[in-house]
Nanobody, 125 residues
Framework: VHLVESGGGLVQAGDSLRLSCAAS????????MAWYRQAPENQRELVAS????????HYADAVQGRFIISRDDAKNILDLQMNSLGPEDTARYFC???????????????????WGQGTQVTVSS
């Protein structure tokens, strides 16, 4: 699986930005996808995730109500709509995908993780 992000840039506080992630390769075995971010000197943190198929979403508290994650299964594109951006959202944003081919009930037995190169989002105050 190959992931390529786009849509980052420099914006002002209060602005909106939309990130996209194009997935290619063995996309049929992608089980869930997510956006992570990493600010300088910070650990990479989960921003939002979505399960493939059911489209179940999860958001970090810091972005709940401001960000919306969505996925176009037909086009294999993952989006992140970011609204009311603030300087605290400045980070490099990474697209993530997890694949699975062997399930034991709800548990994946052979999960593999894939990451994009990331796209920089900078929010000025």
């Amino acid at each position: 699986v190959h992931l390529v992000e786009s849509g980052g840039g420099l914006v002002q506080a209060g602005d909106s930005l939309r990130l996209s992630c194009a997935a290619s390769g063995r996309t049929a075995i992608i089980d869930n996808m997510a956006w992570y971010r990493q600010a300088p000197e910070n650990q990479r943190e989960l921003v939002a995730s979505i399960t493939v198929g059911r489209g179940r979403t999860h958001y970090a508290d810091a972005v709940q109500g401001r960000f919306i994650i969505s996925r176009d299964d037909a086009k294999n594109i993952l989006d992140l709509q970011m609204n009311s951006l603030g300087p605290e959202d400045t980070a490099r944003y990474f697209c993530y995908a997890q694949t699975c081919t062997v399930f034991s009930g709800p548990k994946c037995e052979d999960e593999k993780d894939y990451w994009g190169q990331g796209t920089q989002v900078t929010v000025s105050s």
